[in-house]
Each structure stands twice: as structure tokens, then as C-alpha cells.
């Protein structure tokens, strides 16, 4: 019985990091959707997330503090859900490198980039695009982590899933950072961070559930010691 009282509290502790990951993905949704509304000429194809707060626009202000920031400390919060419900050193690993997607958003409301989001400008755009090259690449090594971790568990189809996450994550780093695919950057961003948010909130209800299951492998092999 007591163990059945751990499970279902562990269960709702999944449904609201899960829920806390999909507040977030809302969040950009309708803000992005907002505040490029409010930018004459703001183009979804080739102007990046960014750029709706960069250094003096009219309301960069507003950008970072209802946009930014928020979706930041919800996605930290989700992933601290996930961490105590799943403790162990492996998902630790997963959720600290995860979390990096709600450290490139929290920090962009502290440092934002200057007009036009270049790769090199002032010192504020650079920390801005250190934050961001962390935001995507810990995220993408994060999913491989959560593969190697969901494959060492026997549960391909997950491993398969986030492997795939992982590279795409991580070609879309690779893309936002050549000049030549600007024209288009804004798109491969938010191809990106739909990649991003889908694969967190996959990993934020599986990841507990399968620390909590014992490993077949491991449960095969205690069943013929017995």
C-alpha cells in the first residue's frame, strides 16, 4: 500500500512538471506570437526570437520580463520536479543539461542582443549568444543522454526518439551560427525550440516513470539468482 501512495504521488508530481513544460511552450507561443505582432516588418521566417527584445525596441522591456524570464523559470522548475522525482546520477545529468533551454531563455532577459541578433556586436549580444549556443547545445547533448539512458533500459522506441531529438537540436545550433542560412534562421529557430519543448516534455514524463521501473535486464538476472 505504501509503495502504491509513492507512485501516485510521483505520478502527480510528473503530470505538473509535464504540465509546467507545456505552460512554457504556450507561453512562447502566444508572447512570440504577441510581440511580432507589434514589430512593423517582424518576419517569423527570418528574424530570430531574440530580436522581439533586443537593445532599444519599444518594448524590450516587457519582452524580458513576461516573456523570457518566465518561460526560463518554468522550464527550471519542471526539470527540478523531475530531478527529485528521479534522483539518481543519470538523470541528474539529463536534467541539469536540459535545463539549459530555461537558462538561454532567463538569460536572454538579462543580457539581450543588440538590433538584427549578429553573431559578434557588443559585449551584451556576446554573452547573450554564449547563453544561447548553451541553451542549444545542452539540450541537445541532453537527449542524448536521456537515449543512452532510455537504451540501456531496453526501450528503443524512447531511445530511437530522443537520439533524433538530440541531432536535430544540435544541426539546428550548427545552422543558426552560419551567416549564409540567416534568411532563413528564424524558421531553423523555431523548428528548434518546437523540438526542444516536445522532446522536454517527453523526457519530463518518462524519464521518472522509468527510473521507478526496475531495469529488465537487471530484473531478469536478479529473478534467476533467487
Known amino acids: 500500500m505504501r509503495g502504491m501512495a509513492v507512485f501516485a504521488t510521483m505520478s502527480r508530481r510528473v503530470q505538473l512538471s509535464a504540465a509546467l513544460i507545456v505552460?512554457?511552450?504556450l507561453m512562447v507561443l502566444l508572447d512570440l506570437l504577441h510581440f511580432a505582432s507589434l514589430r512593423p516588418g517582424y518576419s517569423h521566417v527570418s528574424n530570430t526570437i531574440s530580436e522581439l527584445g533586443q537593445t532599444g525596441a519599444s518594448c524590450a522591456h516587457q519582452v524580458a520580463s513576461v516573456f523570457f524570464l518566465p518561460v526560463g523559470?518554468?522550464?527550471?522548475?519542471?526539470?527540478?520536479?523531475?530531478?527529485?522525482?528521479?534522483?539518481?546520477?543519470q538523470a541528474a545529468l539529463i536534467s541539469a543539461a536540459m535545463s539549459c533551454l530555461g537558462t538561454g531563455y532567463a538569460m536572454a532577459a538579462i543580457f539581450p542582443c543588440d538590433p538584427g541578433a549578429p553573431l559578434f556586436?557588443?559585449?551584451?549580444?556576446?554573452?547573450?549568444n554564449v547563453f544561447g549556443f548553451i541553451d542549444y547545445g545542452g539540450t541537445g547533448i541532453?537527449?542524448?543522454?536521456?537515449?543512452?539512458?532510455?537504451?540501456?533500459?531496453?526501450?528503443a522506441i524512447q531511445a530511437a526518439a530522443c537520439l533524433v531529438a538530440g541531432v536535430l537540436v544540435l544541426l539546428g545550433?550548427?545552422?543558426?551560427?552560419?551567416?549564409?542560412?540567416?534568411?532563413?534562421?528564424?524558421?531553423?529557430?523555431?523548428?528548434?525550440?518546437?523540438?526542444?519543448?516536445t522532446g522536454l516534455f517527453f523526457v519530463c514524463?518518462?524519464?521518472?516513470?522509468?527510473?521507478?521501473?526496475?531495469?529488465?535486464?537487471?530484473?531478469?538476472?536478479?529473478?534467476?539468482?533467487?
Open 23 to 25: 505552460a512554457a511552450a
Open 73 to 89: 523559470l518554468l522550464v527550471w522548475l519542471a526539470l527540478w520536479i523531475v530531478h527529485r522525482e528521479a534522483p539518481d546520477r
Open 121 to 128: 556586436g557588443s559585449w551584451r549580444t556576446q554573452v547573450h
Open 142 to 155: 541532453g537527449f542524448l543522454l536521456a537515449s543512452r539512458c532510455f537504451a540501456g533500459r531496453k526501450d
Open 173 to 197: 545550433l550548427a545552422l543558426l551560427s552560419v551567416e549564409a542560412a540567416f534568411h532563413v534562421r528564424g524558421a531553423i529557430q523555431r523548428a528548434t525550440e518546437v523540438i526542444q519543448f
Open 205 to 226: 514524463t518518462a524519464l521518472p516513470r522509468r527510473m521507478m521501473t526496475p531495469n529488465k535486464s537487471a530484473a531478469g538476472n536478479g529473478s534467476r539468482e533467487i
